[in-house]
């Protein structure tokens, strides 16, 4: 049971929610109360994040059946019922609602917010052309700007134009892995992504946001942190080696889910974590 509510709630999915966490350690501000109030703020954040990926799960339930691998998630193999389900998405969503209020009424609002466009996006502009990209790209920006809310600290304007592309380039490979897949021939997004796309444009689409997104790093580390280092020529070349790994995996219609496809290409993590590591260790030392 327990385990069933994990994968509800789409625990691995919180990663994405670090972002929140982005906004102090970029600006190389560690105060313990600053990551104290973040961490409640992640916590409570990504509660109702997940009530809202349940509501979604709910909505998506036919779709989720007919697709090859959503159909084993929680509610769509049956593992737990629609009624179990709506129980946890209530009760997980008042439990963020309450640590937000108490932690910060503002980014509770924006949070509140969040959570509708969420649902939005999941039963009406996922299949709308240029809102399902956009969107969500969108809403990886919105994360990070909820750190520079919560502890009043400025973000630089390239380091949210790296958020952008990069996560325009994550979007973008998700629909044309799911528009490359052979596997999802009655898959009402990949008919929408039909309609919407071909295969070249959103091609372009990735090629273009991962150079841009290594553009505006450099341009985030030139304009924005106190002093150049050598270290961050080592972040690029792990940058460069992601993202040529990331586009072909998107071609081999294999990054349909960034986070799941992590864990199984042991080289995509790698350049990633490296990445992470060599700009990390620019900034704090």
Request: proline fraction near 1%; aromatic fraction near 18%; charge should be positive.
């Amino acid at each position: 049971m327990t385990y069933n509510i994990l994968k509800l709630i789409r625990l691995e999915q919180w990663a994405k929610n670090l972002l929140i966490f982005l906004v102090p350690i970029s600006a190389a501000k560690l105060e313990q109360e600053i990551f104290y109030n973040l961490f409640s703020i992640f916590i409570g954040f990504s509660l109702i994040v997940s009530s809202g990926y349940i509501v979604n799960d709910i909505l998506d339930l036919e779709s989720d059946r007919a697709h090859y691998i959503k159909r084993n998630r929680v509610l769509a193999s049956g593992k737990l019922s629609i009624y179990q389900g709506k129980i946890i998405s209530v009760i997980i969503f008042l439990c963020g609602v309450l640590i937000l209020f108490a932690a910060n009424p503002l980014v509770l609002l924006f949070s509140l917010i969040y959570l509708l466009l969420s649902v939005l996006y999941s039963k009406y502009l996922k299949y709308i052309k240029f809102f399902d990209i956009s969107l969500i790209s969108i809403f990886f920006v919105y994360r990070t700007y909820l750190g520079s809310l919560a502890t009043d600290i400025y973000i630089s304007n390239y380091l949210l134009l790296v958020i952008l592309f990069s996560s325009l380039a994550l979007v973008t490979g998700k629909k044309l892995s799911i528009h490359l897949d052979e596997n999802l021939d009655y898959s009402k997004v990949k008919k929408s992504i039909g309609r919407n796309y071909n295969s070249k444009f959103l091609k372009r689409i990735i090629q273009f946001s991962l150079s841009l997104t290594l553009i505006t790093y450099n341009l985030w580390v030139f304009f924005s942190l106190d002093s150049l280092k050598l270290v961050f020529i080592f972040a690029n070349l792990f940058l460069v080696l992601f993202s040529k790994r990331f586009y072909n995996l998107s071609l081999s219609s294999k990054t349909e889910d960034f986070i799941s496809i992590l864990k199984i290409d042991k080289i995509l993590l790698f350049n990633f974590l490296l990445f992470i590591f060599f700009t990390l260790f620019g900034i704090l030392f």
